[in-house]
Protein backbone atom coordinates (compact mmCIF):
# COMPACT_ATOMS: atom_id res chain seq x y z
CA UNK A 1 0.00 0.00 0.00
CA UNK A 2 1.79 2.92 -1.17
CA UNK A 3 1.38 6.89 0.20
CA UNK A 4 -0.88 7.77 -2.22
CA UNK A 5 -3.38 4.67 -1.40
CA UNK A 6 -3.33 5.40 2.25
CA UNK A 7 -3.77 9.19 1.99
CA UNK A 8 -7.29 8.23 -0.41
CA UNK A 9 -8.27 6.22 2.35
CA UNK A 10 -7.61 8.69 4.84
CA UNK A 11 -9.69 11.20 2.94
CA UNK A 12 -12.91 9.41 2.52
CA UNK A 13 -12.84 7.91 6.37
CA UNK A 14 -12.72 12.36 6.90
CA UNK A 15 -15.31 13.00 4.34
CA UNK A 16 -17.68 10.14 5.79
CA UNK A 17 -17.25 10.90 9.07
CA UNK A 18 -18.30 14.98 8.08
CA UNK A 19 -21.19 13.39 6.23
CA UNK A 20 -22.50 11.36 9.22
CA UNK A 21 -21.83 14.46 11.49
CA UNK A 22 -23.95 17.00 9.11
CA UNK A 23 -26.60 14.14 8.90
CA UNK A 24 -26.75 13.11 12.65
CA UNK A 25 -25.01 15.73 14.96
CA UNK A 26 -25.65 13.84 18.20
CA UNK A 27 -24.14 10.61 16.35
CA UNK A 28 -22.79 8.42 18.84
CA UNK A 29 -19.59 6.75 18.68
CA UNK A 30 -19.61 3.65 17.65
CA UNK A 31 -21.60 5.39 14.41
CA UNK A 32 -18.88 7.40 13.89
CA UNK A 33 -16.51 4.52 13.50
CA UNK A 34 -18.10 2.47 11.46
CA UNK A 35 -19.03 5.93 9.03
CA UNK A 36 -14.89 5.99 9.34
CA UNK A 37 -14.57 2.25 8.28
CA UNK A 38 -16.85 2.66 5.57
CA UNK A 39 -15.25 5.45 3.99
CA UNK A 40 -11.83 4.09 4.41
CA UNK A 41 -12.60 0.66 2.51
CA UNK A 42 -15.30 2.45 -0.06
CA UNK A 43 -12.50 4.33 -1.15
CA UNK A 44 -10.43 1.34 -2.45
CA UNK A 45 -14.15 -0.36 -2.97
CA UNK A 46 -14.71 2.83 -5.93
CA UNK A 47 -10.87 2.95 -6.97
CA UNK A 48 -11.18 -0.82 -7.90
CA UNK A 49 -14.45 -0.49 -9.74
CA UNK A 50 -13.32 2.81 -11.54
CA UNK A 51 -9.87 1.08 -12.77
CA UNK A 52 -12.18 -2.01 -13.83
CA UNK A 53 -14.27 0.34 -15.81
CA UNK A 54 -11.21 1.88 -17.33
CA UNK A 55 -9.74 -1.21 -19.02
CA UNK A 56 -11.27 -1.95 -22.34
CA UNK A 57 -13.48 -5.63 -21.47
CA UNK A 58 -12.93 -8.26 -24.28
CA UNK A 59 -16.18 -9.21 -24.52
CA UNK A 60 -17.56 -5.93 -24.58
CA UNK A 61 -15.06 -4.57 -27.87
CA UNK A 62 -15.74 -8.07 -29.11
CA UNK A 63 -19.65 -7.06 -28.97
CA UNK A 64 -19.16 -3.46 -30.31
CA UNK A 65 -16.89 -4.96 -33.38
CA UNK A 66 -20.11 -7.30 -34.28
CA UNK A 67 -22.40 -4.59 -33.60
CA UNK A 68 -20.25 -2.28 -36.23
CA UNK A 69 -20.17 -5.11 -38.57
CA UNK A 70 -23.52 -5.46 -38.81
CA UNK A 71 -24.91 -1.70 -39.50
CA UNK A 72 -22.21 -1.32 -41.92
CA UNK A 73 -24.18 -4.62 -43.50
CA UNK A 74 -27.06 -2.99 -43.29
CA UNK A 75 -26.17 0.09 -44.61
CA UNK A 76 -24.16 -1.78 -47.53
CA UNK A 77 -27.54 -3.50 -48.70
CA UNK A 78 -29.84 -0.67 -48.32
CA UNK A 79 -27.81 0.68 -51.19
Not at 43 to 53: E, M, T
Request: charged share 25%.
Amino acid sequence: MGIEDMIEKAAGAFAAEKALESVDPNAGTLAKVAAVVAGFEGVGAVKDHLAQQAEPQPEQAQAGDVAAQADDESQNSQM
